[in-house]
Nanobody, 121 residues
Framework: QVQLMESGGGLVQAGGSLRLSCAAS????????MGWYRQVPGKQRELCAA???????NYGDSVKGRFTISRDNAKNTVYLQMNSLKPEDTAVYYC???????????????WGQGTQVTVSS
């Protein structure tokens, strides 16, 4: 089994900061890409930040300069540091990882359970 466990969401005031974590566990052979997405009711899930399979970073336009993605390869964990938070950042945040597992050496996307981030004005 491969599972992603998210943590770090909560309620903060505008201008504050939060750090989200997503830890992958299980029979992992390799993690080829990882990223953070967010979704609010009535809207498509959108990219916040990601590491590509080539090791480069991509950021959504709405979070550039405020959010930073990082990782700890030894812990199979990806982080999202969110600074200068705005009410419009309120959403459910999901981590995503493209993982090859030892079980049959299968590769597919895995999603975290989602963590709520609420920014008050």
């Amino acid at each position: 089994q491969v599972q992603l466990m998210e943590s770090g969401g909560g309620l903060v005031q505008a201008g504050g900061s939060l750090r989200l974590s997503c830890a992958a566990s299980g029979s992992i052979f390799s993690i080829n890409a990882m990223g953070w997405y967010r979704q609010v009711p009535g809207k498509q899930r959108e990219l916040c930040a990601a590491f590509t399979s080539g090791g480069n970073t991509n950021y959504g336009d709405s979070v550039k300069g405020r959010f930073t993605i990082s990782r700890d390869n030894a812990k199979n964990t990806v982080y999202l540091q969110m600074n200068s938070l705005k009410p419009e950042d309120t959403a459910v945040y999901y981590c995503n990882e493209h993982i090859t597992s030892y079980a049959g050496m299968r590769t597919r996307d895995y999603w975290g359970q989602g963590t709520q981030v609420t920014v008050s004005s």
